[in-house]
Each structure stands twice: as C-alpha cells, then as structure tokens.
C-alpha cells in the first residue's frame, strides 16, 4: 500500500509563499495521479490542484497563477509552491493519491494526514 505523508505548512503573512511537500512510499507504481486539496471547517474538500503520471496538470481557478504543482520522480515527492496568498487560502491541505485497479473504470484514492496553511492579513 501507498503512504503519503506532509510537511510544509504554517503561518505566513499575506502576500508571502509556503512549498507543500508530499512523499510518496510504499506501492508507488499503483499511482496514476497526485493532487492537493484544502478544506475549510464545515466546508466541503475542494481540489486545489492535480498532477498525472503523465504531467498533465490542473488547477481551481481561485488559485491559478499563483499556485504551482510538481513533480520529483526520482524522490516519489510532489509540492505545491503557492506564491502570494491570501487570507482566503487558510485551510488544512491535504495531499490525495489516486491508485489504479485491475479495471480500467474503477480507482480508489489515498489521503495524507493533512497539513495546516493559516495566512494573516
């Protein structure tokens, strides 16, 4: 099985940057895609952005331009660089595994432990 684990959040002021890690262990080959989602307290989890096996990428519109997903093959890890946050940002990210199965209409995904981005005005 795949384990993802997080690290890089915290406290910034608004208009600074953070970089989101997540490692990848485990049954890596199974991955078909990467991704980060954020969730505010009594809000639903929102996909924020999206990395496939293929380097295809994908973001939410509230965060284009600013954020950015990559790739590092070689230490099974993928950030999220996010350059000028804002206050609006602050929420717990979460970093999501989506892992492929004998059928081709079928996945199931992962999720890490989540990591805590607070940006103050």
């Known amino acids: 099985q795949v384990q993802l684990v997080e690290s890089g959040g915290g406290l910034v002021q608004a208009g600074g940057s953070l970089r989101l890690s997540c490692v990848a262990s485990?049954?890596?080959?199974?991955?078909?895609?990467l991704a980060w989602y954020s969730q505010i307290p009594g809000k639903q989890r929102e996909l924020v952005a999206r990395?496939?096996?293929?380097?295809?990428?994908n973001y939410d519109d509230s965060v284009k331009g600013r954020f950015t997903i990559s790739r590092d093959k070689d230490k099974n890890t993928i950030y999220l660089q996010m350059n000028n946050l804002k206050p609006e940002d602050t929420a717990v990210y979460y970093c999501?595994?989506?892992?492929?199965?004998?059928?081709?209409?079928?996945?199931?995904?992962?999720w890490g432990q989540g990591t805590q981005v607070t940006v103050s005005s």
């Open positions: 990395i496939t096996t293929d380097g295809s990428v």
């Open positions: 999501n595994a989506e892992m492929t199965t004998f059928s081709i209409a079928n996945y199931y995904v992962l």
């Open positions: 485990g049954t890596i080959s199974k991955i078909r895609a």
